[in-house]
């Protein structure tokens, strides 16, 4: 059975780090390109990070500098290191598939506030 599982999200004041991570299982995610995605309230999900299974990657904009996307193989797990927080990046954050995605896990909320 396909299954994602993101974690790692909470509370952080602005200027504050995270690290979420993305646990897949029923699938290798090392073969396939992984992206993280964000659903901030009344706005429509967007990808945030990407990686390639080479080990490239790509990011919006609105998070270049401050976030890295990573993947640790022998655990079949994506991960996204935030730095420099904001309150803009605050959402629920979802990991899933590069362009096909599979079933979406439950997500994991991140809120930058002070």
């Known amino acids: 059975q396909v299954r994602l599982v993101e974690s790692g999200g909470g509370l952080v004041q602005p200027g504050g780090s995270l690290r979420l991570s993305c646990a897949a299982s029923g699938f290798i995610s090392s073969i396939k390109p992984m992206g993280w995605y964000r659903q901030a309230p009344g706005k429509q999900r967007e990808m945030v990070a990407l990686?390639?299974?080479?080990?490239?990657?790509n990011y919006a904009d609105s998070v270049k500098g401050r976030f890295t996307i990573s993947r640790d193989n022998a655990k079949n797990t994506v991960y996204l290191q935030m730095n420099s927080l904001k309150p803009e990046d605050t959402a629920v954050y979802y990991c899933?598939?590069?362009?096909?995605?599979?079933?979406w896990g439950q997500g994991t909320q991140v809120t930058v506030s002070s």
């Open positions: 899933n598939v590069v362009p096909s995605p599979v079933t």
């Open positions: 990686i390639f299974t080479g080990g490239g990657s």
